[in-house]
């Protein structure tokens, strides 16, 4: 069995080795593990930084800025594993994350994806709050983080290439629509980092959640 870790990164660099370490870092039980770092076209210093992790890292480079949707679908389609899971270039993961995700859908296979909780974090990597990801709502929100089957996203076409903000909010609805299901594992395992630049709870993000609530049903 293989998880993929895919890290999405734009003009990041300050925080990506972080990131990467987080993933390079993780306690492997029962499986193996590829890393795979989608650039979208960056134009700092970044794709210098990752020369230093060598073989250990495949990274890809778009050759024009494409948004998150579609680096989601690059990663995607350039993984080998059986579980995929998105880290987002300026977050981190607790060691034992994928661990504890793949044990709960190995032992719940009936479920399509699992799913942690999360500490908001400062710049100095303090705890600021722990968000409790149960809710659906709340999961939408915060879509990065979430191991899923990967070939469960490719029967749903996987991300919305075109959606440059909340496409894993929309990926979610789409599987959760298709019948799929997730687990909720009540451990914060996601480190979720508060800056200036965070896409996630901007009031553009939110009025597009919204929006495809409605277009799901939700």
């Known amino acids: 069995m293989r998880i993929s870790f895919i890290i999405l990164n734009y003009n990041r660099s300050q925080y990506l080795e972080r990131a990467v370490r987080?993933?390079?870092?993780?306690?492997?039980f029962g499986f193996d593990r590829e890393l795979i770092v989608v650039d979208?076209?960056?134009?700092?210093?970044?794709?210098?930084?990752?020369?230093?992790?060598?073989?250990?890292?495949?990274?890809i480079r778009n050759t024009a800025n494409m948004g998150v949707g579609y680096g989601s679908?690059?990663?995607?389609?350039a993984c080998t594993g059986?579980?995929?899971?998105?880290v987002d270039s300026d977050d981190f993961l607790s060691p034992i994350a994928s661990a504890v995700l793949f044990t709960a859908l190995q032992s719940n296979p009936q479920h399509s994806f699992a799913y942690a909780d999360h500490y908001r974090v400062d710049e100095n990597e303090n705890k600021i709050a722990l968000v409790n990801l149960q809710d659906l709502n709340l999961l939408i929100r915060h879509g990065a983080g979430i191991l899923f089957n990967t070939v469960a996203i490719k029967s749903v076409g996987g991300y919305n290439s075109l959606l440059r903000n909340a496409e894993d909010a929309e990926l979610i609805l789409k599987l959760i629509k298709s019948g799929h299901t997730g687990i909720h594992i009540p451990?914060?395992?996601?480190?979720?980092?508060?800056?200036?630049?965070?896409?996630?709870?901007?009031?553009?993000?939110?009025?597009?959640?919204?929006?495809?609530?409605?277009?799901?049903g939700f």
């Open 73 to 77: 679908n690059v990663g995607l389609d």
């Open 82 to 86: 059986d579980y995929f899971i998105r």
């Open 40 to 59: 979208d076209n960056s134009s700092d210093n970044s794709l210098e930084l990752l020369k230093k992790y060598g073989n250990s890292v495949l990274v």
């Open 22 to 28: 987080s993933c390079l870092n993780q306690y492997i």
């Open 187 to 216: 451990i914060p395992l996601y480190r979720y980092y508060i800056h200036g630049d965070n896409l996630s709870g901007s009031n553009e993000q939110l009025k597009l959640i919204e929006n495809l609530k409605t277009n799901y």
